[in-house]
């Protein structure tokens, strides 16, 4: 039962009873006292009776006396025969009074009836009501539930959105058009029914859509691609056609559907054929966007990160005719969108924002407006009215690694074992022109579970990955297990994760990227397999099981490879991998230049362009 039906029967169980008191206060009598007929004789015998009152009852003869005695004490008589009692008591020569008989109740008799009868009736009448507004709301299950906002409620601008130029310059033609659509109607233009914004997520995808409804100021329905689809048959594509019914009426208007590839992925592919749910619900979104009907004015929207499982038909001209990629900001973008996000928060002398931009390279506008929420929580937390730089700092390693476990109890072999492995990533690091520099390397245990970390400081923004970048990181992830073998002739498990990630950055180079000589330049992933993209679950292999093995084969070689060559290295390097492991068992924390300063000798790189010199700073 809902709130309202609770409702309404609490409010007919308390009419109920303040009626029944009513009845029972106007029928109330006066208990009895045990007074009885005997002792009052006795006491008019004895003279004890100063005043008596006969009180008839409406049914006579019967009544009652009420007796006054002479030490001031007041009884109560009930009697059969009122008439005889008091003929008594004036033979005894007391004063004696009687009250005219009571007559009847008009409220009772009356009004209490009829009073009833429409309570009852309010009653039923409300029931019958709430029974309707119930079926009422199982009729408007298929209504939409798109959240509409005003042009005029709606105060996010373009202006809002930093480090997506591009973006927004394609996306000014969308605002020119619902501003003044005769401009473009005038020359045989047709602006773009549908535009699918696609990008990783926290690019700012679902803001930059606001910001075009906010700068046209005109109605925008924004609703998620989830709130389409029910256990219902037929719910979905209900919705969608009411949804759009409703943005007729508003039109010029917006419509935006958030995380679309919950409703529009590919057809055929699920487990419920042609008649599942959310089949439907594409197809009446496919007729609605282009179809017979005519949507002048509606401008469809959609944000996706998974515009690979999209169904075909919704990617065409006519439904989505222009397609968007919300990419990551650059150093440039990233320096915006911080001052954006610095606006409302005290920044001490010492906070560089462009600094902050270089060193977060690949920080979507979610991971940046995150980074300075942390510092000013840490600033919070330390008692400061403002951000310093500090703080930046610690959440930049709080919101790129985890928290960190200082109250941690390890033990001396454990910090040995974890100060090697560190200092075998950070030489790598620092000695390969394509990965680093270090930023920070330490052994104190963070949230993800790791016993320590090495974190490099990328100085560029780059578009691509070259074969020899690739290479260096698997050197890299597998200088901490190198380390580990050369120091203690031993191994532990607290490499799995860099062997994890070496071995997927070798198969992608074969299988994916055609970096391999043997394999050759053919694209053998299977990534396409997975069923929970949208394919089918009977889907073959596109290559042969000879092939597997010398893909396996190949993966192998490489992760062999640089393995032998990391080695090299850090051995080469022996002499800085006990420094910085001793220096780390000692400050457990060491940042770029205490680690750079171990290096007492310079290390000549090749010569190519963009390659980092690896000489102490």
Same mark, same amino acid.
């Given at each position: 039962?809902?709130?309202?039906?609770?409702?309404?029967?609490?409010?007919?169980?308390?009419?109920?009873?303040?009626?029944?008191?009513?009845?029972?206060?106007?029928? #109330?009598?006066?208990?009895? !006292?045990?007074? =009885?007929?005997? /002792?009052?004789?006795?006491?008019? %015998?004895?003279? &004890?009776?100063?005043?008596?009152?006969?009180?008839?009852?409406?049914?006579?003869?019967?009544?009652?006396?009420?007796?006054?005695?002479?030490?001031?004490?007041?009884?109560?008589?009930?009697?059969?025969?009122?008439?005889?009692?008091?003929?008594?008591?004036?033979?005894?020569?007391?004063?004696?009074?009687?009250?005219?008989?009571?007559?009847?109740?008009?409220?009772?008799?009356?009004?209490?009836?009829?009073?009833?009868?429409?309570?009852?009736?309010?009653?039923?009448?409300?029931?019958?009501?709430?029974?309707?507004?119930?079926?009422?709301?199982?009729?408007?299950?298929?209504?939409?539930?798109?959240?509409? #906002?005003?042009?005029?409620? !709606?105060?996010? =601008?373009?202006? /809002?959105?930093?480090?997506?130029? %591009?973006?927004? &310059?394609?996306?000014?033609?969308?605002?020119?058009?619902?501003?003044?659509?005769?401009?473009?109607?005038?020359?045989?233009?047709?602006?773009?029914?549908?535009?699918?914004?696609?990008?990783?997520?926290?690019?700012?995808?679902?803001?930059?859509?606001?910001?075009?409804?906010?700068?046209?100021?005109?109605?925008?329905?924004?609703?998620?691609?989830?709130?389409?689809?029910?256990?219902?048959?037929?719910?979905?594509?209900?919705?969608?056609?009411?949804?759009?019914?409703?943005?007729?009426?508003?039109?010029?208007?917006?419509?935006?559907?958030?995380?679309?590839?919950?409703?529009?992925?590919?057809?055929?592919?699920?487990?419920?054929?042609?008649?599942?749910?959310?089949?439907?619900?594409?197809?009446?979104?496919?007729?609605?966007?282009?179809?017979?009907?005519?949507?002048?004015?509606?401008?469809?929207?959609?944000?996706?990160?998974?515009?690979?499982?999209?169904?075909?038909?919704?990617?065409?001209?006519?439904?989505?005719?222009?397609?968007?990629?919300?990419?990551?900001?650059?150093?440039?973008?990233?320096?915006?969108?911080?001052?954006?996000?610095?606006?409302?928060?005290?920044?001490?002398?010492?906070?560089?924002?462009?600094?902050?931009?270089?060193?977060?390279?690949?920080?979507?506008?979610?991971?940046?407006?995150?980074?300075?929420?942390?510092?000013?929580?840490?600033?919070?937390?330390?008692?400061?009215?403002?951000?310093?730089?500090?703080?930046?700092?610690?959440?930049?390693?709080?919101?790129?690694?985890?928290?960190?476990?200082?109250?941690?109890?390890?033990?001396?072999?454990?910090?040995?074992?974890?100060?090697?492995?560190?200092?075998?990533?950070?030489?790598?690091?620092?000695?390969?022109?394509?990965?680093?520099?270090?930023?920070?390397?330490?052994?104190?245990?963070?949230?993800?579970?790791?016993?320590?970390?090495?974190?490099?400081?990328?100085?560029?923004?780059?578009?691509?990955?070259?074969?020899?970048?690739?290479?260096?990181?698997?050197?890299?992830?597998?200088?901490?297990?190198?380390?580990?073998?050369?120091?203690?002739?031993?191994?532990?498990?607290?490499?799995?994760?860099?062997?994890?990630?070496?071995?997927?950055?070798?198969?992608?180079?074969?299988?994916?990227?055609?970096?391999?000589?043997?394999?050759?330049?053919?694209?053998?992933?299977?990534?396409?397999?997975?069923?929970?993209?949208?394919?089918?679950?009977?889907?073959?292999?596109?290559?042969?099981?000879?092939?597997?093995?010398?893909?396996?084969?190949?993966?192998?070689?490489?992760?062999?490879?640089?393995?032998?060559?990391?080695?090299?290295?850090?051995?080469?390097?022996?002499?800085?991998?006990?420094?910085?492991?001793?220096?780390?068992?000692?400050?457990?924390?060491?940042?770029?230049?205490?680690?750079?300063?171990?290096?007492?000798?310079?290390?000549?790189?090749?010569?190519?362009?963009?390659?980092?010199?690896?000489?102490?700073?």
């Amino acid at each position: 039962m809902n709130k309202s039906g609770k409702s309404i029967y609490l409010y007919f169980v308390i009419i109920i009873c303040l009626l029944l008191f009513t009845v029972w206060v106007g029928t #109330l009598r006066v208990p009895s !006292n045990g007074y =009885t007929r005997g /002792e009052f004789e006795r006491q008019m %015998e004895d003279g &004890e009776v100063a005043v008596v009152t006969v009180c008839p009852n409406k049914d006579t003869p019967t009544g009652s006396l009420e007796v006054i005695l002479k030490n001031g004490e007041e009884r109560v008589l009930y009697v059969t025969d009122v008439t005889q009692m008091e003929s008594i008591v004036r033979e005894h020569g007391i004063d004696c009074s009687v009250e005219s008989v009571p007559e009847e109740s008009w409220f009772l008799n009356s009004v209490l009836p009829i009073l009833i009868v429409v309570v009852v009736c309010v009653f039923f009448f409300v029931m019958m009501n709430s029974q309707n507004s119930g079926g009422g709301k199982m009729m408007n299950f298929g209504k939409s539930r798109a959240r509409l #906002l005003m042009g005029g409620e !709606n105060k996010i =601008t373009l202006e /809002e959105v930093a480090g997506l130029k %591009e973006e927004k &310059e394609e996306l000014q033609e969308i605002v020119e058009f619902l501003k003044e659509p005769g401009k473009f109607t005038k020359v045989g233009a047709r602006i773009p029914k549908g535009v699918l914004l696609e990008g990783a997520p926290g690019t700012g995808k679902t803001l930059l859509a606001k910001a075009i409804a906010g700068e046209a100021n005109v109605p925008f329905f924004s609703i998620s691609g989830s709130d389409f689809v029910e256990m219902f048959v037929g719910v979905g594509a209900s919705r969608v056609r009411d949804m759009f019914a409703e943005a007729k009426r508003h039109a010029p208007c917006i419509i935006f559907i958030d995380e679309i590839d919950a409703v529009a992925r590919r057809r055929g592919t699920g487990m419920g054929g042609g008649h599942d749910e959310r089949e439907q619900t594409l197809n009446q979104l496919l007729v609605e966007m282009d179809g017979f009907g005519v949507n002048e004015g509606i401008i469809v929207m959609a944000a996706t990160n998974r515009v690979d499982i999209l169904d075909p038909a919704i990617l065409r001209p006519g439904r989505f005719d222009r397609k968007i990629t919300v990419v990551s900001p650059d150093v440039r973008g990233r320096e915006d969108i911080l001052k954006v996000h610095a606006k409302n928060k005290p920044l001490g002398d010492d906070v560089d924002l462009q600094q902050i931009a270089q060193t977060t390279a690949g920080f979507t506008g979610a991971d940046l407006e995150n980074l300075l929420n942390e510092a000013a929580i840490n600033a919070a937390m330390d008692k400061r009215a403002f951000v310093r730089q500090d703080d930046i700092k610690k959440a930049f390693i709080k919101v790129g690694i985890g928290a960190e476990k200082k109250s941690r109890i390890i033990s001396e072999k454990e910090k040995k074992i974890t100060a090697y492995h560190e200092a075998g990533h950070a030489i790598l690091f620092h000695v390969l022109p394509d990965v680093g520099p270090v930023y920070t390397v330490s052994i104190i245990p963070t949230g993800l579970g790791a016993a320590g970390y090495t974190m490099p400081l990328p100085e560029k923004d780059e578009m691509f990955l070259t074969k020899g970048k690739m290479i260096e990181d698997i050197m890299v992830s597998l200088g901490g297990r190198i380390a580990e073998e050369i120091i203690f002739d031993d191994i532990t498990t607290g490499a799995s994760s860099d062997i994890k990630k070496a071995t997927k950055v070798a198969r992608r180079m074969v299988t994916r990227y055609g970096m391999s000589d043997n394999i050759g330049v053919i694209n053998y992933d299977d990534d396409d397999d997975e069923v929970f993209i949208g394919r089918d679950l009977a889907h073959a292999k596109n290559h042969s099981e000879l092939v597997s093995g010398e893909i396996d084969r190949e993966v192998k070689t490489i992760i062999d490879d640089c393995y032998q060559k990391a080695k090299a290295i850090i051995m080469e390097h022996e002499d800085v991998l006990h420094k910085c492991a001793n220096l780390l068992l000692e400050k457990e924390k060491i940042n770029r230049a205490e680690f750079e300063s171990l290096f007492d000798t310079y290390y000549p790189q090749p010569e190519e362009p963009g390659a980092r010199v690896g000489e102490t700073e």
